[in-house]
């Protein structure tokens, strides 16, 4: 059975419409990333444990805004 993903956006998708932004969906063994201006486009697709790592290091980098 192959169910629709559940994109969920990004909590600094910026104003307006809100949708400058990515999404991901979580799937068994991977995370989807898309970009929500063009969702119809391929996504990307990574393990979730590279994700984590990858979000982690975000997480711990200073702003530079």
């Not at 996504?43 to 590279?50: F, I, K, N, Y």
Request: proline share 6%; with cysteine.
């Amino acid at each position: 059975m192959n169910t629709p993903d559940i994109w969920q956006k990004s909590s600094y998708s910026g104003g307006g419409e809100g949708n400058a932004c990515v999404e991901v969906a979580h799937r068994r063994s991977h995370v989807a990333i898309r970009d929500s201006k063009a969702p119809a486009q391929a996504a990307l697709s990574v393990p979730a444990g590279s994700f984590t790592t990858f979000v982690e290091a975000l997480k711990a980098t200073p702003s530079q805004t």
